[in-house]
């Protein structure tokens, strides 16, 4: 008891430093530093965010377990294996921080996701949970229902896929900097096509998922801007509509429709695999290479038999667990969602809010950084 | 005129019409785009359209007798579903009981719809509409312990390579498999249609329950097999479905129902029962599927054109099928009546008893 | 004479049995949900039980008319999209948010017309005409929008789609009781309504006695249209966004729940009472199990099964109690036997 009340004092302690020090320190934002190197060695687990905004908070605020946090983790749609592995990740930190709430994993199907995210939003909120984390599907059509949820006292946090005009949402825990993505698929295209370069399309999800767009936009900027990549030449952007059909039927018609294309570019691990998957049975593997974002354990045949030698992702179990760090901390009052708040998020380690550069307005938790995998890697990856 | 009306059956111009329009839409892409006159157009087209051909085939028999079944995709997501899960445990199941399982599931689930719709008299747009949105909970449900997921490196080699067997290969014309599969299924059905006495059962309980009644039909049996064979094509569609696309998520086959009312609609098969055949509505797949096949490889189209061209076309598909074929009818009927006239004239001079 | 007024006895049976099967299931819900789901029965609650399925009931009033006149309209959510879209192109434009609004209801009325054009003139089958114009005007949302999600409405137009205008209740539902009032009077109180079921009855038969049916059929797509439109401004007022998929799927909702109204698929019979009444047993249904944090897709599947043993249970009992009465008439004298068989080729040809 005594213990816990020593902890309590501490974390208000830190907590008015924190107040203290960002309360003037919100206007000049912190610089952003140059990102990363894109081709970064493949690692398991991923380090720490580069971000270096420098703070005068004494110390990392960390979490204080035991307390009653009602959580709802909802993910884009229910039937993708890595929203399933944020949830695990969710539950592995759930356990940790010996929440005696409930931590639920509630999704929409696929086909209905725009009015279940917002009906199930709406009945957490009806329900007084104390925690929404949403993975965003509906773009800012969201917003109305987050609005109500955060005047019913919900933290609100988004992960995987932000609130574009950030409005309702009090931070955004993103995967890895979406500026960064369009640079690792520039790289990841160049090292297949050799420094030649070459002709490639994009496969993107649906045409409205705002992570993709950001994604892709980030790709076409690098390509346009950095003379490194000046041999890629972008053909085509298609929408396979997050379905294996479609992507499927969509690649093939890529290949047809573009004779000298040689690379697929899918931002999506539903895209990649149904890609991979069309490559092979045509037999065009030796012609046309695809890569882009993709989970090891679909990918790791393609990749051996060369149809998909490269391609990135990051981890969602991570994710899932650094999402629910943030919500339970933000819950909890540990930390307030403001401009550099450090904090400490489990076994991952030290993460500072900062403002999104990405986005015109909005802060983030950067995760980072990617997971290359190739032949080396991708089966140890796939177990 | 005769000549004509002698040799074909309204049904048979309808199926030329359909051929002709198919043709005159290869020919007027092939003078535009690039490499379009290639095996290769060949294999993107006719493996495209093997899925929903065989779906059409179940639409076009419960069509007919003036049902219909929206649960269709359903029922292929969950064969499809079923089968991969099964796969993923047991790889020594082969090509041939596999498909017999899937085919095996997808009449359990047709069985249910024929014993609602025939015997519980419900109509069949409620009932399939039901069952639709049952048979894809069905789905989640069973998927849940897999993650919601089918993932193709966890099936046997043979069902990730099965898309990519051929028939015969000629160059870069290759004939495969999936495709044999479904022009057999379409021919067995227009023998059956043509030839058996149930298939034409079939007809008359579409074109006149009332009469098809008093002549002692028994149509509750024959509208109930009716959606057992169509569970089972749509089985044989999610065996075909998953070894097509190897990865499935809950969402496999959405859909598939209406695509297969439009093939069967385009082709000539009147969705108030009646007339139909299987060659029309696999023709009505075709030109569906050719067309949009072409509009893809169509580089002055974006991407966001096609379905606003899709349902133009199914209109006026519709429509002028609606007039010609009003017309055709008409000119027959002339025809036999006058036939008719001819024989009776020759008959009543050539045996005065009668 | 005396099998007349047997078949409207029997028939009023039947019309009593569905409705009452309805209400006790809505009375089941009602008293589970009150008893067992907390926060239910706030003020809150009851209103997100209408507010997040507005529009779709309102679009289900319109629908209810189409079905009893014997035809269907699949496009309900491709218009409603469209016309969303319409509404976001043009307040992106800068056009005043009175305009825009405008023009989408302009737009969802010349959708409407364009179906009633081919089904009561060129008559082609609602099914398909409507089949098409699903994937058509769904391919004009997109061409449009493309991938882009259009949001910062003007705020007035925010203001009505999501905050309560009258008491606690916001505009949507206000609207939806207003025209709920209006289409009960029109369906069951005047000449037009009578012209609709007359037509879903018989077609041939209400041309010849001198309905103009093709007029009517007409009117009915070109309101379709509109109230899709209406549904469509209200959807994107409440997410303050629209996207080139809004509303997609909601066609199918809408017509489950009117035909778990007692609404006949085939037309000629159905009311407003029992749609009224299928509308609160679905959102109650819904809210409740969205409360107990059943998934929609489990949702789905149970009002699926809600929606066939509603025509099931009472087809069952029906031939459950005809078999009874026959055996009764067999044991007496044989002349009473006709009504019996004549319920059988009733009951044959559903």
């Known amino acids: ?383 | 005129m005769k000549f004509i009306t002698r040799i074909l059956r309204p049904e048979q111009v309808r199926e030329l019409v359909t051929l002709f329009l198919i043709v005159i839409i290869v020919l007027g892409f092939g003078a535009f785009l690039k490499d379009y006159y290639t095996g290769r157009t060949f294999v993107r087209i006719s493996t495209s359209i093997a899925i929903i051909a065989v779906v059409a085939m179940a639409q076009t028999l419960v069509a007919i007798t003036r049902n219909i079944d929206l649960s269709l995709g359903s029922i292929v997501g969950f064969c499809a579903f079923f089968l991969g899960v099964q796969l993923s445990y047991h790889h020594e199941i082969g090509p041939v009981p596999a498909a017999l399982i899937a085919i095996a599931v997808g009449t359990a689930m047709g069985l249910i719809n024929g014993l609602i719709i025939a015997y519980g008299r419900v109509p069949a747009i409620i009932t399939t509409l039901g069952t639709m949105a049952i048979y894809r909970t069905a789905i989640v449900f069973y998927s849940a312990p897999e993650g919601g997921i089918v993932s193709a490196h966890r099936l046997p080699l043979w069902a990730r390579q099965f898309a990519s067997w051929s028939i015969f290969k000629m160059g870069d014309l290759d004939f495969r498999v999936m495709v044999g599969i479904a022009i057999l299924v379409v021919i067995i059905f227009q023998l059956i249609l043509t030839y058996l006495p149930y298939g034409r059962r079939l007809y008359a309980i579409g074109s006149n329950p009332e009469a098809a009644r008093i002549a002692g039909f028994p149509a509750q049996r024959i509208v109930f097999i009716a959606y057992l064979i169509g569970g089972a094509l749509a089985g044989l569609g999610g065996y075909l479905f998953l070894l097509q696309y190897g990865n499935l998520m809950v969402l496999a086959g959405v859909g598939l129902e209406f695509d297969a009312v439009a093939a069967a609609v385009v082709g000539g098969v009147n969705i108030f029962g009646g007339t139909g055949t299987a060659i029309g509505a696999f023709l009505g797949a075709t030109l569906i599927g050719t067309l949009d096949y072409s509009l893809r490889r169509w580089p002055a189209i974006s991407e966001f054109w096609r379905n606003a061209i899709l349902g133009l076309l199914i209109l006026l598909a519709v429509a002028t099928d609606s007039a010609i074929m009003a017309r055709l009818r008409l000119m027959w009927a002339r025809a036999a009546a006058a036939m008719t006239m001819e024989l009776a004239e020759s008959k009543t001079s050539s045996s005065p008893q009668a | 004479m005396q099998s007349s007024r047997l078949a409207s006895l029997r028939r009023m049976q039947f019309l009593r049995s569905w409705e009452a099967i309805l209400f006790f299931v809505f009375l089941a819900i009602l008293l589970y949900n009150a008893t067992r789901v907390p926060a239910y029965l706030t003020v809150g609650n009851q209103i997100n039980v209408f507010y997040l399925y507005a529009e779709k009931i309102i679009v289900a009033l319109i629908m209810t008319f189409i079905i009893i006149n014997g035809e269907i309209d699949l496009s309900v959510a491709s218009v409603m999209g469209l016309c969303a879209g319409v509404l976001g192109r043009l307040l992106e434009m800068g056009v005043r948010g009175e305009y825009a609004i405008a023009a989408a209801l302009v737009t969802g009325l010349l959708c409407g017309l364009w179906n009633g054009l081919w089904i009561a003139y060129a008559r082609l089958s609602s099914l398909i005409v409507t089949l098409a114009g699903m994937i058509m005007f769904r391919g004009l949302v997109w061409v449009m929008v493309e991938d882009r999600s259009i949001t910062n409405f003007p705020a007035w137009i925010n203001h009505l789609g999501q905050d309560a205008i009258l008491g606690p209740f916001p505009l949507s539902l206000i609207i939806f009781f207003v025209l709920l009032i209006f289409a009960y009077i029109v369906l069951h109180h005047s000449a037009f309504g009578r012209y609709v079921y007359v037509i879903g009855n018989n077609r041939e038969v209400a041309r010849f006695s001198g309905v103009k049916v093709q007029q009517i059929k007409l009117i009915l797509f070109a309101t379709s249209g509109l109230i899709s439109a209406l549904a469509g401004v209200l959807y994107a007022a409440r997410l303050g966004a629209m996207r080139s998929s809004t509303a997609e799927g909601f066609e199918l909702e809408i017509i489950t729940m009117v035909l778990l109204g007692g609404v006949n698929i085939f037309g000629g019979s159905g009311s407003l009472i029992g749609v009224l009444l299928s509308i609160l047993t679905v959102l109650n249904l819904r809210n409740g199990m969205s409360l107990a944090n059943i998934t929609l897709q489990q949702q789905t599947g149970v009002i699926g099964a809600l929606l066939i043993f509603s025509v099931l249970v009472p087809n069952l009992a029906g031939r459950v109690r005809a078999e009874l009465n026959r055996r009764r008439f067999a044991r007496l004298a044989a002349e009473q036997t006709a009504p019996a068989e004549r319920k059988e080729v009733k009951a044959e040809s559903k």
């Not at chain 1, 912190?30 to 493949?42: E, F, K, N, V």
């Not at chain 1, 946090?69 to 884009?76: H, T």
């Not at chain 1, 994604?215 to 379905?243: M, R």
């Open chain 1, 1 to 383: 008891m005594k213990a816990i009340a020593m902890r309590l004092i501490a974390v208000l302690v830190i907590l008015s430093l924190v107040l203290t020090a960002c309360a003037p320190a919100a206007t000049p934002a912190p610089t952003q530093p140059p990102t990363q190197a894109p081709t970064q060695p493949p690692t398991a687990a991923p380090t720490q965010a580069p971000t270096a905004a420098p703070t005068k908070a004494a110390g990392p605020v960390k979490a204080t377990p035991g307390k009653k946090v009602d959580m709802v983790l909802l993910p884009k749609f229910l039937g993708n294996i890595v929203f399933d592995q944020a949830y695990a990740g969710a539950q592995e930190a759930h356990k940790e921080l010996q929440n005696p709430g409930q931590l639920q994993f509630l999704g929409p199907t696929p086909e209905n996701s725009v009015a279940g995210q917002i009906e199930i939003i709406t009945a957490a909120t009806t329900q007084r949970v104390n925690a929404i984390m949403i993975s965003n599907n509906a773009g800012d059509q969201i917003v109305p229902a987050v609005k109500k949820a955060r005047e019913a006292g919900i933290t609100v946090v988004t992960w995987d896929s932000p609130i574009p005009s950030a409005e309702g949402e009090q931070v955004f825990v993103a995967q890895v900097d979406f500026n960064e993505t369009g640079r690792v698929m520039a790289e990841m295209a160049l090292h297949i096509l050799g420094e030649g370069g070459g002709k490639l399309a994009i496969l993107s999800a649906s045409p409205d998922a705002a992570n993709q767009n950001a994604w892709i936009a980030a790709f076409k900027e690098v390509l346009k801007t950095d003379p490194k990549y000046s041999k890629l030449e972008l053909l085509d952007i298609v929408y396979g509509n997050d379905q294996f059909e479609d992507s499927y039927r969509q690649a093939l018609a890529l290949v047809d429709k573009y004779p000298d294309m040689r690379l697929i570019m899918a931002p999506t691990t539903i895209g990649i695999a149904a890609a991979s998957k069309a490559m092979q049975d045509e037999g065009l593997c030796d012609k046309v290479k695809v890569s882009g974002l993709g989970l090891p354990v679909e990918m790791v045949s393609y990749t051996l038999n060369g149809c998909a030698p490269e391609f990135a992702l990051w981890s969602f179990t991570d994710l899932g667990y650094l999402t629910y760090y943030v919500t339970y901390l933000l819950a909890t009052g540990a930390i307030k969602g403001e401009i550099g708040e450090r904090f400490e998020a489990g076994r991952m380690g030290t993460y500072t809010i900062e403002k999104d550069p990405t986005r015109p307005v909005g802060l983030r938790v950067l995760m980072g950084p990617f997971s290359i995998y190739n032949k080396d890697n991708v089966e140890a990856e796939a177990k």
